[in-house]
């Protein structure tokens, strides 16, 4: 069974659960994968309880209220991950790339393997894209911040951002517009940065947030988003590694 470690946001995950089914469509209900969504949506906000941050995850808290509220969520992240352990998942997803940050941590105190969202977006990326090609990232401004992709990418790939006025008035607000239920709003206002990416001769486009693909594909069949060779779904790719994984069973 697939434990899914949900809520970071709920319609993230349920993004997720949807792509798994559809993608993986049976002709009887019990061809469907077993999966178990927990959409534990009162773990802490991610971005906010992120600290200074540099380029080595060992120098993540610039002060003692930084490292409090760094292991206020690990400490949610893991009593959400128990549950899914407990409830006989054979690994862990979690829909959420900001939340990546404390993968590793995360991880050593969870028993059974969590798979590492951007590190599939990047596997799926070696084998689709030339090594030194750019590519764009469209993400939060906490996973930028944490450069959970840049640690990555960077050996392989030159990694592209919006500029800081694009960031505010395009990406954060279309995230936050999905998050609230406006995803025609959010279709729109994410428009300006995925021109400007385009226009900087990006190869790829990572949604980097799993809102971002609700915004982009949400009027557009499952077929439209698999033929949209630009963009890379995180949330696509984590559920082809989640039934590889899962066949193997």
């Known amino acids: 069974m697939i434990g899914i470690l949900g809520g970071m946001g709920t319609q993230a995950g349920l993004d997720f659960c949807n792509?798994?089914?559809?993608?993986?469509?049976?002709?009887?209900d019990q061809d469907y994968p077993l999966f178990f969504l927990y959409n534990k949506s009162n773990i802490p906000g991610r971005p906010e309880s992120i600290g200074k941050t540099t380029g080595a995850l060992s120098n993540r808290f610039e002060n003692i209220s930084s490292k409090k509220k760094y292991e206020?969520?690990?400490?949610?992240?893991?009593?959400?991950c128990k549950k899914?352990?407990?409830?006989?998942?054979?690994?862990?997803?979690?829909?959420?790339?900001t939340a990546h940050y404390w993968y590793?941590?995360?991880?050593?105190?969870i028993k059974i393997p969590i798979i590492n969202m951007?590190?599939?977006?990047?596997?799926?990326?070696?084998?689709n894209c030339k090594t030194n090609s750019k590519i764009g990232l469209l993400?939060?401004?906490?996973?930028?911040?944490?450069?959970?992709?840049?640690?990555?990418?960077?050996?392989n790939f030159e990694l592209f951002f919006p500029n800081n006025k694009l960031q505010k008035q395009s990406v954060n607000k279309a995230i936050k517009d999905v998050k609230m239920g406006n995803v025609k709003k959010a279709a729109k206002e994410i428009q300006p940065a995925i021109?400007?990416?385009?226009?900087?001769?990006?190869?790829k486009i990572i949604?980097?947030?799993?809102?971002?693909?609700?915004?982009?594909?949400?009027?557009?069949?499952?077929?439209?988003?698999k033929s949209s060779k630009i963009f890379l779904d995180p949330n696509l790719i984590l559920a082809n590694a989640s039934m590889k994984k899962y066949k193997k069973k």
């Open 195 to 203: 021109n400007y990416l385009i226009k900087n001769k990006c190869k």
């Open 207 to 225: 949604l980097g947030c799993t809102e971002l693909p609700i915004a982009i594909f949400a009027f557009k069949s499952i077929k439209t988003v």
């Open 139 to 155: 993400a939060t401004e906490g996973t930028l911040k944490t450069k959970v992709y840049d640690k990555i990418f960077n050996k």
């Open 19 to 28: 792509k798994l089914a559809i993608q993986y469509r049976g002709k009887i």
């Open 104 to 109: 590793e941590d995360l991880q050593k105190k």
């Open 118 to 127: 951007p590190k599939e977006v990047f596997n799926h990326t070696k084998k």
């Open 84 to 97: 899914l352990e407990k409830a006989k998942c054979k690994f862990i997803v979690i829909p959420c790339n």
């Open 72 to 80: 206020k969520v690990l400490k949610s992240l893991v009593d959400g």
